[in-house]
């Protein structure tokens, strides 16, 4: 069982930087590829990045590459999402989210490879 908690979003103006946080309990963090996902108001999650166990593999939706970065530190059993030019169609609710793989390089991009979520942190952004 892994419980995830996110932090760090709020309320931002379009163009700043803003950094989350998803704190992982448990001792076996490393086993698990993690990933971001967002929700908008009626609208499915959808895909945001993803980081393998190792941390050597990442992978990020079309409209955040350039933009957002994830890093993981499995020392300290956190994953980030830093989040820079925010713009307004970013505004929504983010989810942290933990895969169990036996591959230490693969990166999952879909929401029905994870196994446990966190309940979510709302970044809104004002143009």
């Known amino acids: 069982q892994v419980q995830l908690v996110e932090s760090g979003g709020g309320l931002v103006q379009a163009g700043v930087s803003l950094r989350l946080s998803c704190a992982a309990s448990?001792?076996?963090?490393?086993?698990?590829?993690m990933g971001w996902f967002r929700q908008f108001p009626g609208k499915e999650r959808e895909f945001v990045a993803a980081?393998?166990?190792?941390?050597?593999?990442?992978a990020y939706a079309d409209s955040v590459k350039g933009r957002f970065t994830i890093s993981r530190d499995n020392a300290k059993n956190t994953v980030s999402l830093q989040m820079n030019t925010l713009k307004p169609e970013d505004t929504a609710v983010y989810y942290c989210?933990?895969?169990?793989?036996?591959?230490?390089?693969?990166?999952?991009?879909?929401?029905?490879?994870?196994?446990?979520w966190g309940q979510g942190t709302q970044v809104t952004v004002s143009s």
């Open positions: 989210a933990a895969g169990r793989t036996q591959s230490t390089a693969v990166v999952i991009n879909t929401p029905g490879g994870y196994d446990y």
């Open positions: 448990g001792r076996t963090f490393s086993s698990y590829a």
């Open positions: 980081i393998s166990r190792s941390g050597g593999g990442t």
